[in-house]
T-cell receptor
Framework: RKEVEQDPGPFNVPEGATVAFNCTYS??????FFWYRQDCRKEPKLLMS???SGNEDGRFTAQLNRASQYISLLIRDSKLSDSATYLC????????FGAGTTVTVRA | DAGVIQSPRHEVTEMGQEVTLRCKPI?????LFWYRQTMMRGLELLIY????????DSGMPEDRFSAKMPNASFSTLKIQPSEPRDSAVYFC????????????FGEGSWLTVV
């Protein structure tokens, strides 16, 4: 079983829609979690950390469910500029990246 | 501030040739990571250094791959001899504990082995 698994998508959504997707992790002892964003042919960049109580950053909401070992990302009022691949990252002594979920927002 | 700097940005080489990828981490960062990204396998950690010392090289695929960090501002990843299956984007990244767990990636080196 992979350490971090994501639905690859793609999620094709119209502007203004809400899109959400999950990521599961295998190590129950993992302590910290992140979402990174990667644009086409670019390097990954930190989008947001994921806290146990859940957290928001503007239109982005991240949730952690330790019991079921998954984290989620929700994007509200999606913009064309949100089109990217979103990488789930789990830190258990090293950062393990998921393969990414591709989101395409269409006009 | 300058970010992580990698070179070359693009390289096309013939099978069997030696490839050397270079990285300059962000000044003051004491962790340096080498990742490889392919469509099939996603982003894989190859090796990481702390204070110029290799800590975990378990992700290095085989003996053809080697990495060095002779000083705090420079690291190399070498493939000798290169094979077509080594074609990938190789990212270098750096981090300092004061930045939390955020790691900063370079723009990547796009390697094609023909």
């Amino acid at each position: 079983r992979k350490e971090v698994e994501q639905d690859p998508g793609p999620f094709n959504v119209p502007e203004g829609a809400t899109v959400a997707f999950n990521c599961t992790y295998s190590n129950s002892a993992s302590q910290s979690f992140f979402w990174y964003r990667q644009d086409c042919r670019k390097e990954p960049k930190l989008l947001m950390s994921v806290y146990s109580s859940g957290n928001e950053d503007g239109r982005f909401t991240a949730q952690l469910n330790r019991a079921s070992q998954y984290i989620s990302l929700l994007i509200r009022d999606s913009k064309l500029s949100d089109s990217a691949t979103y990488l789930c990252v789990v830190n258990d002594y090293k950062l393990s990246f998921g393969a990414g979920t591709t989101v395409t927002v269409r006009a | 501030d300058a970010g992580v700097i990698q070179s070359p940005r693009h390289e096309v080489t013939e099978m069997g040739q030696e490839v050397t990828l270079r990285c300059k981490p962000i000044s003051g960062h004491d962790y340096l990571f080498w990742y490889r990204q392919t469509m099939m396998r996603g982003l894989e950690l190859l090796i990481y250094f702390n204070n110029n010392v290799p800590i975990d090289d378990s992700g290095m695929p085989e003996d053809r791959f080697s990495a060095k960090m002779p000083n705090a501002s420079f690291s190399t990843l070498k493939i000798q001899p290169s094979e077509p299956r080594d074609s990938a984007v190789y990212f270098c990244a750096s981090n300092h504990p004061e930045t939390g767990n955020t790691i900063y990636f370079g723009e990547g080196s796009w390697l094609t082995v023909v």
